[in-house]
């Protein structure tokens, strides 16, 4: 089993920045990609961003430019800096990690980090 925890979410203003950091502990071995899920109130959750072991990145289109992810394979965890963010990145973000090369169904959720971005 593997265990992810968020940190770092909080309230900003809009042009504003965060960085949220996701820590895996337990079987970490097992984990190839790890990224960045959101979702807001009545809406499916959407994936924002992740990376592979390779270091292999990918970004949805609402955030590419403005969203960066690192990863730090010795300490086991997982930072998303967010810059210029928008009230429409408002949301819970889960960190997720999966077995696989490709992120299309996590193994492993953290509990969810709320990002609440002020107009």
């Known amino acids: 089993q593997v265990q992810l925890v968020e940190t770092g979410g909080g309230l900003v203003q809009a042009g504003g920045s965060l960085r949220l950091t996701c820590t895996a502990s337990?079987?970490?071995?097992?984990?190839?990609?790890m990224g960045w899920y959101r979702q807001t109130p009545g809406k499916q959750r959407e994936v924002v961003a992740t990376?592979?072991?390779?270091?292999?990145?990918n970004y949805a289109d609402a955030v590419q430019g403005r969203f960066s992810l690192s990863r730090d394979l010795a300490k086991n965890t997982m930072t998303m800096r967010m810059n210029s963010l928008k009230p429409e990145d408002t949301a819970v973000y889960y960190c997720?990690?999966?077995?696989?090369?490709?992120?299309?169904?996590?193994?492993?959720w953290g509990q969810g980090t709320q990002v609440t971005v002020s107009s």
């Open positions: 997720a990690a999966t077995r696989r090369i490709a992120m299309v169904s996590p193994d492993y």
């Open positions: 990376i592979a072991l390779d270091g292999d990145q």
């Open positions: 337990g079987n970490t071995f097992e984990i190839n990609t």
